[in-house]
């Protein structure tokens, strides 16, 4: 009889673990509420590329219930920080944020600023843009930690400003929701015929316009516009030098500096949109008291203590990219 007990248990162990549910809590889905990060291999075309998903799940509410915020970093490649920012109005207001991490050395400019679509003019095979990771990531998180969110918003400062508005472009079919676009040091336009430059008999084609790849399409231009994107900008992200301050011929002729690069472009795609009578969707937001700093743009405001700035969940403006995530939306 103890034999029998002993072999019953063990096939019943030999069953849990080799149930599906055991597998996907334990191996396949990290995942656990508050902070947490791991390593995504399951997009196959980019399965030689990991990405370090960094997240935060709050510790209260129903998983199913939360509403899903990607936030993309600058060109420093620290998702980490990212969580840091967002995570006190995720424990909050029961939001999930992802943040992937794109490094480096696997994920040059091209490859995650401007998502891999094109090198040096050579359009690339469009299962391997970057950007198709954001919605296999997605997907993984809500099979693996049942979020039950149908759409998802995305925040990008700087290079992550980049990649949210290229993103909005490229992935016409994606299940993006809201994106916040914040201080991009170069933009996107969609105008098939490519960027003029303002100085040089010069045309620029991708990253710097739509022209010389499949997005130069008056259909997928058509659905850009309708996005709701906002064109988030520092009033005082003025810098016209400096390590990250895109200073090429391509970016001055968009403006001399980031601000005045997405007034450009707002401006360019409402033109744009009324001449073809097509819906549009962007709005321009300007961050007043703000540079180039994402936690900044994040609040709409910061208070100095002792020399260091400060930010609070309780405290942010009508500006902040919070606010237009979740806040101004909801009226």
Excluded: C
Excluded at 105 to 126: H, S
Aim: glycine share 10%; proline share 4%.
């Amino acid at each position: 009889m103890f034999k029998k007990t002993i072999s019953l248990l063990l096939v019943m162990l030999f069953v849990a673990l080799a149930t599906p549910s055991f597998a996907q809590e334990n191996i396949q889905a990290p995942y656990k509420r508050g902070a947490g990060k791991f390593v995504f291999t399951d997009y196959a075309p980019l399965k030689d590329k990991p990405i370090t998903v960094y997240y935060y799940i709050p510790t209260k509410g129903d998983i199913k219930n939360m509403r899903v915020l990607f936030v993309m970093h600058g060109a420093q490649r620290t998702a980490g920080g990212r969580i840091t920012t967002w995570k006190g109005f995720a424990e909050r207001d029961g939001i999930i944020v992802i943040a992937p991490e794109y490094t480096k050395k696997l994920y040059r400019e091209w490859e995650y600023q401007f998502g891999g679509i094109a090198r040096k003019g050579k359009v690339q095979p469009q299962e391997k843009w970057t950007y198709n990771s954001i919605e296999a990531i997605f997907d993984h998180l809500k099979k693996y930690a049942g979020a039950g969110a149908e759409v998802y918003d995305m925040f990008g400062h700087s290079a992550g400003g980049q990649f949210t508005h290229r993103f909005a472009l490229a992935m016409p079919n994606a299940r993006l929701n809201i994106g916040v676009a914040a201080n991009p040091g170069n933009w996107t336009f969609p105008l098939i015929e490519g960027l003029k430059s303002t100085k040089l008999d010069k045309t620029y084609s991708y990253p710097y316009s739509v022209k010389g790849t499949p997005l130069a399409n008056e259909e997928i231009i058509k659905k850009f516009l309708a996005r709701k994107l906002y064109i988030h900008l520092g009033k005082e992200d003025v810098a016209v030098a400096g390590k990250y301050v895109p200073t090429n011929d391509a970016a001055l002729s968009q403006g001399k500096h980031r601000l005045d690069r997405g007034r450009t472009i707002y401006k360019t795609a409402k033109k744009l949109a009324k001449k073809n009578g097509w819906e549009f969707n962007w709005k321009k937001v300007e961050v007043k008291g703000i540079g180039h700093t994402s936690d900044g743009m994040a609040y709409g405001k910061y208070k100095e203590v002792n020399g260091k700035k400060q930010y609070s969940i309780d405290d942010y403006t009508t500006t902040s990219a919070y606010y237009l995530l979740y806040k101004k939306n909801q009226k």
